[in-house]
C-alpha cells in the first residue's frame, strides 16, 4: 500500500544539498559586485571631485566640455560629471548619509534653506585663502547675482548659469493685429491694450484661438508680478504678502485675465498645451499666445523647434511707477554640501566657472564661465565680460539680457529659509485666483496666514539648534 | 514548559529566526525610531531636539493636512471598490475557457508592471484635455447630449478621477489573484447546484461569491492599505505639469495633494522630518482603523472552509 | 440549446476583445511613440503612425516637419538690407507698413491655409539655422517612416549620456546592459532571497506547534498596515550606519530576511500539506530541517515560483528603493535610469522614454506570458486545504 510520503512524490527533486552549497557560494560572488563599489575613483594620482548636476542633453554637453576644458588646463584634480534628477532632494539626503557629492549643481533659490539645515558648507574661508575679501569677490557679479549667493552673509555657492528674464512678442502676430511689430509695450497700461487687441475667439464656436497675454504661461514664477507692481514678499523680518497692497493688485491684474474671458473658455484653452513648454506646440512657439515672459535659454529653444519664428525680445514694461528695467534673475549655482571629502578641489572648479579669460577674442580663447555661458546661450554674470562675449555672443539679443542683469530694480527669489513652502504656498494662491475660486484677498490672507504660522516656526527651530534667526544681508556690494 | 515544549520552542524560533532579525531591524526599530521622531524637531542634517506633542498638535491644525486626508479618502472609496468590481469582472470572463486565455491574462496584466515614470508620462497625453486619446473618443459620444468632455488633469474637479480611471488600468495584480481563487472553488458544487437547477446567477450568489469571499478580503484588505499611500503618480504627473519648482504640490489646486506627497512635500523639501513622521503615524492609525472596521465587516460576511 | 451556448461564448469573446483593446490601446501608443521622431510625439493632434515629410524649401525638396498653417494671405520676403540682412519673414497683406518695406525682396506669394515647413536636420543641434518655407499642402508628401534608430539611441543615452564621445578625462560611457546588469542582480539575488527566507519561516509558523507562534504571526500580520513613510526615514539611518547607501545592498539584502506578505502566502499553502506526511517522518527520526528541506520544499514549486515571480515582477521596476539608496550611477537600476530623460528644463524626451521603456518592460512581458500557469496555480494552491 502505497504510503502518504511516496503518494505525493515530487516531480521535480530539489537540488541536493551540496548543489545548494555550490549555488550559494556561486551567488555570493555575484552579490561580491553588488557590495559597496571601491571608495574613490580609479587610481591615476589625481584628485576625483564628483559633481552632480541637474543637466542632460545640451546642457549637459556644455558643462561636459568645462568640464573637459577645465581637467585638461591642470593635472591635479578631475572632475567626474553625474547628472540627477530630483537633484535638491538627492543631495540633502546623500548629505545625511555622510556620503555627499564633492560638488553639487542647485538653484539659487535653494541656498537659503539648505545653509540654514547646514547642508552646504561656506566658500568665505577658501576666498580668504586665495588673497580676497568676500567683498572683492562679491564686486565681480552684477549685484542681483551677488545677492543671490549670500545667505546670512556668507557666501554659499558661485554661479553657473545666469538667467535673467525679458519680455518676448510674436512679430508676426502683432503685425496681423495691427501693432508695430517693432514696438513692444513699454507700460502695464499698453500690456493691457494689447492683450485685448491680440486675443481673438474662434467665431463659429466661440472659443479662443488666441491670447494675448496670459500670467500662467510658463507660470514658474507667477510671484514676480507682485514685486514688479512695487509689491515684497517679504520684508527681511516678516512675511508681508497680505499686508503690503500692491500685492493685491498684482493678483487683481491676474484675476482679471480669466474674468475678461471666461473661466471655462480659458481652461479648455491652456489645457491643449499642457506641460509641453518645451516643444513646437509651446502656447508661444506655436503662435497661440502672443507675449510671455521667458528666460535667456529662450532664444535657443525657438531656434531648435521653431526657427522661423519672427518675434522680438525687449525689457519689461514699467508697472511700478518709474522702476525702469525692473526683470527677474535666476541662477543655477554651485555648492560645496557639508562634508565633501575634497572640498577644496571643487572650489578650484567653482573659482573656474566663475571666471573668465578677459581678454578672449576668438570662440577657442573663451574660458570658465563664459565657455559655458556661450556653449548654453546664456549670459555671464560677471560684470566684465571678454570682448569676443560682448560682440560675437552667439546668441542674438544677450544684450537685453545683459542690460536687465546689470539694472538696479533686477530681483530675486526672497532670501528666506521657507522659500520652498512660501513659493508653493503662492502658487496655490495663483490658482484659485486665476480660477476664480477665491477672491485675491482671501487666496493671500490665507497664504499668508500660513506663511506666518510657518515663519514662526522655522524661526523657532532655528533658536532651538542653537543658530540664530538669519540676520540682515551682509556683504551687499 | 517542558522539555518537549521548549524543544519544540526553539525549533519554532529557529526557523523563524531569518525573521525575527528583519522584522527587528527593518520594521520594528524604524516603527518606534519614527515614534521618537515625531515628536522632536528633526532636520535630517541637524540633530533631533524634543518638543512633546507640539508636531501633532500643528498637525490637526493644519488646512493641508486635512485636505489631503480629504483628497485619499476621496481615491480610496472610489478606487478599491471599482478596482474590485474590475477585477473580479475580468476575472470571471477570463475564468472560462476561452480561447488565446493566456494572451488576454497577459494583456491585462501588463499594466501593473509598466514602469511608473513611463506609465504616468503616458497616461497625462491620454488625459489631454484638448487632445487626448480619451476626449477624442468621449467627444463625439457626448455632443449629441451638447457636453463637452472634462479638461481631466487641468481641472481640480477631474483630477482625481482621471488618477482613478488610471488605477483601473493596472487592476492586473489582483485579477491574477481572483483568478487563482476561482480555480479552487470545487467544481463539484457546482455540478450538485446545476442538478438542482440553479440558475448562473443564483450559483454566482451563492456558491461563487461565498467561495472566494476570503479572496476578497484580503485584496480588499490590501488594496485600500496600497491606495490610501497613492504617490508615485500623483507625484509624477504633477510635476510633470509644473515643471521644477517647491516639489508638486497636488495642483490643479491642490486637487490631487495627496496624504504621502504632503508627507514627502513636508520631510524633503522642507526638511522637517519630525512634522513627517507624525504625518506618518496618523496613516498608520487611520489605516489600522479602517483595517479594524473591514475585519468588522468581514466577520459577518466572509466564509473560510475548513 | 448549443446555439444559445455558442452565442454566449461569442459574445463573451468580443466582450473579453473589446476590453482587452482599451487595455492594450496605452501599449500601442507607447510603442507609437517610441517610432517617431521627436518632434512629432507630441503632435496636437495626436497622430499614430510617424512619417516624414518632404517638401520643396527654396529650390531643394528637403524632408521637413510641419508647423503651422498660416491663416492669413501674405508675401514671404527677405531682407536685403539692415541687420536683418539675409532673414526670410513673412509679412501678411493686412500688416500695417512698418517703413522697413524697401529693406526687403519679395520671394513668393501665400495664400491663407499654406503651411509653415522647417528643413528637418537630425542630431541635437543644428550647426546652421535651418531653412523654411512656406508651401500649400498639396506640396508636402508624407510617407510612413519608422524611426528604429530611437531604440538604439535611447539605450546609449540612458542615464544621461551623450551622443559625443566621451569628454576626455571622464568615466567611460555608461549604458543599458550596466543598469540591466544592475536590475539583474537586486531581482535575481532579491528572489533568491525572498524564497529561501520566507518558505524557511513560513514553515515554522506552519509546520510547527510552538509557545507564542500565533501571536507572533498575528504580529506579523499587522506590519502588513505600517504605511512605507514611517519606515522611510529610520531605514535611511539603518543603512547608513551599515554603510551601504549608494551601493545595491539595502535593495536586496532585506529580502533574506522574510517579508510579511510573503509569509502570509507560504504559510497558506504549507498548510494545505497533509499533516501525516511529517508525522511519518518525524516518527522515521527526520529533523525538522530535513521534513523542510526534503519533503516541504519540494512539495511547494508551483507557490514558491508565485512568490518568486512576484518578487522580480515588483524589483524590476520598483524605482522608489533605488531612488532612494543609489546615488553613484553605476549601480542605478533600470527603472530609474528611465527618469534620466525627464531633463529638468528641457522638456521629456519622449520617444527615447518610450523606447527604453519597451525595453525595460519586455523582460517581464516574458517572463509572465511563460510562468503565468505555475504563477497562478501558485496562488491557487495556496487557498485549498484538505
Redesign the interface.
Same mark, same amino acid.
Given at each position: 500500500m502505497p504510503t502518504a510520503r511516496t503518494a505525493f512524490a515530487p516531480a521535480l527533486s530539489f537540488p541536493s544539498w551540496t548543489g545548494g552549497r555550490l549555488l550559494l557560494a556561486g551567488l555570493s560572488g555575484l552579490a561580491g559586485l553588488a557590495g559597496p563599489a571601491a571608495a574613490g575613483g580609479p587610481d591615476d594620482g589625481k584628485v576625483h571631485v564628483t559633481y552632480w548636476e541637474k543637466w542632460v542633453s545640451f546642457e549637459g554637453q556644455a558643462m561636459q566640455t568645462v568640464i573637459a576644458e577645465f581637467n585638461r588646463s591642470q593635472d591635479r584634480i578631475v572632475v567626474d560629471y553625474l547628472p540627477t534628477s530630483q537633484i535638491?532632494?538627492k543631495m540633502?539626503?546623500a548629505? @545625511?548619509g555622510g556620503d555627499p557629492p564633492d560638488l553639487v549643481g542647485l538653484?539659487a533659490y535653494n541656498l537659503a534653506?539648505f545653509a540654514d @539645515?547646514?547642508?552646504l558648507r561656506p566658500l568665505d574661508d577658501f576666498i580668504r585663502a586665495d588673497g580676497l575679501t568676500p567683498e572683492q569677490w562679491l564686486a565681480r557679479y552684477y549685484p542681483v547675482y551677488a545677492r543671490m549667493i549670500q545667505h546670512s552673509g556668507r557666501i554659499y555657492a558661485g554661479i553657473s548659469t545666469p538667467a535673467t528674464i525679458a519680455f518676448y512678442w510674436n512679430k508676426t502676430l502683432f503685425r496681423e493685429a495691427g501693432l508695430d511689430p517693432d514696438r513692444p509695450p513699454r507700460t502695464l497700461a499698453e500690456l493691457n491694450d494689447y492683450a485685448r487687441r491680440l486675443t481673438k475667439h474662434d467665431p463659429a464656436t466661440g472659443a479662443i484661438t488666441q491670447m494675448g497675454f496670459l500670467p500662467q504661461d510658463?507660470?514658474?514664477w507667477p510671484w514676480i508680478f507682485c514685486l514688479w507692481f512695487g509689491g515684497e514678499l517679504f520684508d527681511g523680518r516678516q512675511i508681508t504678502l497680505a499686508t503690503n497692497p500692491k500685492n493685491l493688485e498684482a493678483m487683481r491684474w491676474i484675476e482679471g485675465f480669466t474674468r475678461d474671458n471666461g473661466a471655462d473658455a480659458v481652461?479648455?484653452f491652456?489645457?491643449?498645451a499642457?506641460?509641453a513648454?518645451a516643444s513646437a506646440q509651446a502656447p508661444f512657439m506655436s503662435g497661440k499666445i502672443a507675449m510671455v515672459f521667458q528666460g535667456v535659454w529662450y532664444d535657443n529653444y525657438i531656434k531648435q523647434y521653431k526657427p522661423g519664428l519672427d518675434y522680438g525680445v525687449g525689457p519689461w514694461p514699467e508697472a511700478a511707477a518709474g522702476v525702469k528695467d525692473f526683470c527677474l534673475a535666476e541662477a543655477d549655482v554651485l555648492a560645496i554640501p557639508?562634508g565633501a571629502h575634497h572640498a577644496r578641489e571643487a572650489w578650484e572648479f567653482i573659482k573656474y566657472v566663475n571666471s573668465n579669460n578677459p581678454r578672449a577674442r576668438t570662440r577657442e580663447e573663451l574660458r570658465g564661465g563664459e565657455l559655458l555661458c556661450s556653449l548654453q546661450q546664456k549670459l555671464s554674470p560677471l560684470r566684465e565680460w571678454s570682448p569676443y562675449f560682448e560682440q560675437h555672443n552667439p546668441h542674438p539679443n544677450i544684450a537685453v539680457f545683459r542690460q536687465l542683469a546689470a539694472s538696479p530694480n533686477a530681483r530675486a527669489t526672497p532670501d528666506i529659509g521657507?522659500? *520652498?513652502?512660501?513659493?508653493?504656498e503662492f502658487?496655490?494662491a495663483f490658482?484659485?485666483v486665476r480660477?476664480l475660486?477665491a477672491t485675491p484677498e482671501e487666496a493671500l490672507g490665507f497664504a499668508h496666514r500660513?506663511m506666518t504660522e510657518s515663519w514662526e516656526?522655522y524661526r523657532r527651530?532655528l533658536e532651538?539648534?542653537g543658530q540664530v534667526p538669519p540676520a540682515a544681508p551682509g556683504h551687499t556690494p | =514548559?517542558n522539555a518537549r $515544549?521548549r524543544r519544540?520552542?526553539f525549533?519554532?524560533?529557529?526557523?523563524?529566526s531569518?525573521?525575527i532579525?528583519?522584522?527587528a531591524?527593518?520594521?520594528l526599530?524604524?516603527?518606534l525610531?519614527?515614534l521618537f521622531?515625531s515628536f522632536c524637531?528633526y532636520?535630517?542634517?541637524?540633530s533631533p531636539?524634543w518638543?512633546g506633542l507640539e508636531n501633532y498638535q #500643528?498637525l490637526f491644525r493644519d488646512?493641508l493636512f486635512w485636505k489631503s486626508l480629504r483628497n485619499t479618502l476621496f481615491y480610496a472609496a472610489l478606487s478599491v471598490p471599482l478596482g474590485t468590481v474590475v477585477a473580479l469582472s +475580468?476575472a470571471f470572463?477570463?475564468h !472560462?475557457q476561452?480561447?488565446a486565455r493566456?494572451v488576454?491574462?497577459? &494583456?491585462?496584466?501588463?499594466?501593473? &508592471?509598466?514602469?511608473?515614470?513611463?506609465?504616468a508620462?503616458?497616461?497625462?497625453?491620454?488625459f /489631454?484635455?484638448?487632445?487626448?486619446?480619451l476626449n477624442?473618443a468621449l467627444r463625439p459620444l457626448l455632443a449629441p447630449f451638447g457636453v463637452?468632455p472634462p479638461?481631466?488633469?487641468? $481641472?481640480?474637479t477631474w483630477a482625481k478621477p482621471a488618477l482613478i480611471i488610471m488605477s483601473l488600468?493596472g487592476t492586473g495584480n489582483a485579477m491574477? &489573484?481572483y483568478?487563482?481563487?476561482l #480555480?479552487?472553488v470545487p467544481r463539484e458544487l457546482y455540478e450538485a447546484a446545476e442538478i438542482d437547477g440553479a440558475t448562473g446567477w443564483r450559483r454566482f450568489w451563492h456558491i461563487t461569491l461565498p467561495m472566494i469571499s476570503?479572496?476578497i478580503y484580503f485584496n480588499v484588505i490590501?488594496g485600500l492599505?496600497s491606495a490610501? *499611500?497613492i504617490f508615485?503618480q500623483a507625484f509624477i504627473m504633477s510635476e510633470? @505639469?509644473?515643471? /521644477?519648482?517647491?516639489?508638486s $504640490?497636488g495642483?490643479?489646486?491642490?486637487s490631487t495633494l495627496f496624504y504621502?506627497i504632503y508627507?514627502?512635500?513636508t520631510?524633503?523639501? $522642507? +526638511?522637517r522630518?519630525g512634522y513627517?513622521?507624525a =504625518? @506618518?503615524?496618523v496613516?498608520?492609525v487611520v489605516?489600522?482603523l479602517l483595517?479594524w472596521l473591514a475585519s468588522r465587516l468581514a466577520r459577518d460576511h466572509v466564509n473560510y472552509?475548513? | 440549446m448549443r446555439l444559445r451556448a455558442a452565442t454566449i461564448?461569442f459574445l463573451?469573446?468580443a466582450?473579453?476583445g473589446g476590453?482587452?483593446l482599451l487595455?492594450?490601446?496605452?501599449?500601442v501608443?507607447?510603442v507609437a511613440t517610441s517610432l517617431k521622431p521627436l518632434e512629432q510625439t =507630441?503632435a +496636437?493632434?495626436?497622430t499614430w503612425l510617424p512619417r516624414s515629410y518632404h517638401a520643396p524649401v527654396g529650390n531643394d525638396r528637403l524632408e521637413v516637419t510641419q508647423d503651422f498653417q498660416l491663416r492669413q494671405a501674405g508675401t514671404l520676403c527677405r531682407y536685403t538690407a539692415g541687420e536683418k540682412a539675409g532673414q526670410q519673414v513673412f509679412i501678411p497683406d493686412a500688416a500695417a507698413d512698418d517703413g522697413a518695406a524697401g529693406d526687403r525682396q519679395a520671394l513668393h506669394r501665400v495664400a491663407a491655409g499654406w503651411w509653415h515647413v522647417t528643413e528637418r536636420v537630425a542630431g541635437a543641434e543644428p550647426r546652421r539655422a535651418p531653412r523654411w518655407d512656406i508651401v500649400p499642402a498639396e506640396e508636402i508628401s508624407s510617407r510612413i517612416h519608422f524611426h528604429w534608430s530611437n531604440y538604439s539611441e535611447a539605450l546609449e543615452l540612458l542615464g544621461g549620456g551623450t551622443s559625443e564621445a566621451a569628454v576626455a578625462g571622464g568615466r567611460p560611457r555608461l549604458g543599458f546592459w550596466v543598469f540591466a546588469g544592475n536590475s539583474l542582480v537586486v531581482c535575481l539575488l532579491g528572489v533568491l532571497g525572498t524564497v529561501l527566507?520566507n518558505a524557511?519561516?513560513a514553515?515554522?509558523?506552519a509546520r510547527? #506547534?510552538? !509557545?507564542?507562534?500565533d501571536a507572533?504571526f498575528a504580529?506579523?500580520l499587522?506590519?502588513?498596515?505600517?504605511?512605507?513613510?514611517?519606515?522611510?526615514?529610520?531605514?535611511y539611518?539603518?543603512f547608513r550606519q551599515l554603510d551601504w547607501i549608494g551601493t545595491l545592498l539595502p535593495l536586496w539584502v532585506?529580502c533574506?530576511?522574510?517579508?510579511a506578505f510573503n509569509?502570509f502566502l507560504l504559510k497558506q499553502f504549507f498548510q494545505t500539506v497533509p499533516e501525516e506526511l511529517s508525522e511519518a517522518a518525524r516518527i522515521d527520526g527526520c529533523s525538522?530541517w530535513r521534513i523542510?528541506w526534503r519533503i516541504i520544499l519540494p512539495l511547494s514549486k508551483p507557490v514558491l515560483i508565485a512568490a518568486g515571480v512576484f518578487h522580480f515582477?515588483f524589483a524590476?521596476?520598483d524605482?522608489?528603493g533605488p531612488l532612494l539608496y543609489l546615488t553613484r550611477k553605476e549601480t542605478f537600476t533600470?527603472?530609474l535610469a528611465?527618469?534620466s530623460y525627464?531633463s529638468?528644463?528641457g522638456g521629456?524626451q519622449?520617444h527615447y +522614454? =518610450?523606447a527604453a521603456?519597451a525595453v525595460?518592460?519586455l523582460p517581464?512581458?516574458i517572463l509572465?506570458?511563460f510562468a503565468?500557469?505555475h504563477?497562478?496555480?501558485?496562488?491557487?494552491t495556496?487557498?485549498?486545504?484538505n
Open positions: 535638491d532632494r540633502i539626503v548629505t @545625511a538653484w534653506s @539645515a547646514e547642508a510658463p507660470g514658474w481652461k479648455v491652456t489645457s491643449g499642457f506641460g513648454w557639508r521657507v522659500w *520652498q513652502e512660501y513659493y508653493r502658487i496655490a490658482e484659485r480660477l475660486e500660513r516656526r527651530s532651538r539648534h | =514548559m $515544549d519544540k520552542f525549533a519554532g524560533v529557529a526557523f523563524t531569518p525573521w532579525v528583519g522584522l531591524v527593518f520594521t526599530y524604524p516603527v525610531a519614527s521622531y524637531d532636520s535630517i542634517l541637524k531636539v518638543i #500643528q488646512e +475580468l470572463l477570463l !472560462r476561452v480561447r493566456g488576454f491574462r497577459t &494583456i491585462f496584466y501588463l499594466p501593473s &508592471i509598466v514602469p511608473m515614470v513611463a506609465s508620462m503616458l497616461w497625462l497625453w491620454i /489631454n484635455g484638448q487632445y487626448g486619446l477624442a463637452t479638461a481631466w488633469l487641468a $481641472d481640480p488600468w491574477v &489573484i483568478l487563482a481563487g #480555480q479552487n476570503p479572496v490590501m492599505i490610501l *499611500q508615485t510633470a @505639469a509644473n515643471g /521644477n519648482g517647491g516639489g $504640490d495642483n490643479p489646486g491642490r504621502s508627507l514627502f512635500s520631510a524633503f523639501y $522642507d +526638511l522630518m513627517a513622521s =504625518m @506618518a503615524y496613516l498608520f489605516i489600522a483595517t472552509q475548513s | 461564448r463573451l469573446l466582450l473579453l476590453v482587452a487595455f492594450v490601446t496605452p501599449f501608443w507607447m =507630441m +496636437l493632434p495626436p527566507s524557511v519561516v514553515y515554522g509558523f510547527l #506547534q510552538w !509557545r507564542g507562534r507572533f504580529v506579523t499587522a506590519t502588513l498596515m505600517v504605511p512605507f513613510p514611517v519606515l522611510m526615514v529610520p531605514l539611518g539603518v532585506p533574506f530576511f522574510g517579508s509569509i525538522e523542510f515582477l524590476w521596476n524605482f522608489m533600470l527603472a528611465l527618469q525627464e529638468q528644463i521629456v519622449w +522614454l =518610450m521603456s525595460t518592460i517581464v512581458v509572465f506570458f503565468q500557469k504563477f497562478i496555480q501558485g496562488i491557487a495556496t487557498g485549498s486545504k
